[in-house]
Structures are given as C-alpha cells and as structure tokens.
C-alpha cells in the first residue's frame, strides 16, 4: 500500500532520445515499509555527500538529523511530500523525493538517486521528466533542486534538462 494516494507516472520515449535506454520507466509511490527501509540508506548517503561537499563528520550529521526531524518525523514523510521507487522495466532503479517549498507554487526536488546498475541508461533524466510532470499537476509553477559542486555528472544533466543555476554557494579549504 503506498505511503500516499499518489498516482504512479510514466515516461514516454521523446523523439530525441536515443541509445541504450529503456522503454518503460515510471514512478511507484513507496509504501511505509519501503519508506522505513530507505530512510536510513538516503540520509547516511546525504550525510556522505555533505561530507564530501567539505561538512565536517559532525556538521554533516546535525545536517543529516535536522532534515530527518523536519522531513520524516516518526519515520514518516511530512504531509505533501511524495517519494517514489524510480522503476525501469519492473526493476527498482533508484528514486525521487519531490515536494513543495514554502511556497506551494515552488516545488523542490529533495532527493533523486539512481542505483550505480542502471546509470548510463537515461533514467536519471527521465526520472527527472516524470519528476516536472508530477509538480505540474500539483499546481508548481517552478522546480528547484540542489546539487553538490563536485557532482558535474548530475550538473550537466540538470544543464541538459534547462536548469539555470540560480546561486552558487562557495569555499576555500584553509
């Protein structure tokens, strides 16, 4: 049973894409149980990449705890949000976290992850596509996302799909 009564989506193919991909891909709410299991995976790997992005380990861990009491109190996803198994061809293949800011016409991409077996095969912007077709039909004007500087792969993906970057935050290690 899923967590929400959120319908799945699906991605059709566009005329420009082409190569190795797969055909059928879509997005299938998680349920409490699924939920429950990928908590604690997506924020060890956010608390990884905040590391990684020149957190220090303590930093990164009140970072990871505070998103995980603002977002997932009880272990459960907060009221609007939506997550999903990213799926291509049956087989989970990562997933996307979406909802709204404060701003209920502003939405934002909290989390997308496609599991290192199905990189290379266009499902992280497909994912992507399915993730601006869900914000539009709750009413989202715009989309935004975060992403870490050292992770140019998802930089030009995010280029790629016409995200403008709309600040850069930086720092020099001492």
């Known amino acids: 049973m899923p967590a929400r009564n959120a319908p799945a989506f699906q991605y059709r193919r566009l005329p420009w894409q082409h190569g190795r991909m797969t055909d059928d891909v879509r997005l299938r709410p998680k349920t409490h149980a699924e939920t429950a299991a990928w908590l604690p995976v997506a924020m060890a790997a956010y608390e990884l990449a905040r590391q990684r992005a ?48 404060s701003d209920p016409a502003s ?17 992280g912007a497909r994912a992507m596509q399915l993730a601006e077709e869900v914000a539009r039909e709750h009413g ?3 989309l935004r996302l975060n992403v870490f500087g050292y992770n140019t792969p998802a930089i030009r993906l995010y280029e790629g799909l016409g995200y403008e970057t709309a600040a850069i935050h930086m720092q020099k290690m001492l």
């Open 54 to 101: 020149g957190d220090t380990a303590e930093q990164a861990a009140v970072a990871r705890r505070a998103s995980q009491d603002q977002y997932f109190p009880d272990g459960r996803l907060i009221d609007g949000h939506l997550l999903f198994t990213v799926e291509a061809d049956g087989d989970d293949a990562g997933w996307l976290w979406i909802g709204p800011q």
């Open 140 to 142: 989202a004007a715009n």
């Open 107 to 123: 939405w934002y991409i909290w989390d997308v992850a496609i599991h290192e077996s199905h990189r290379r095969r266009g499902l």
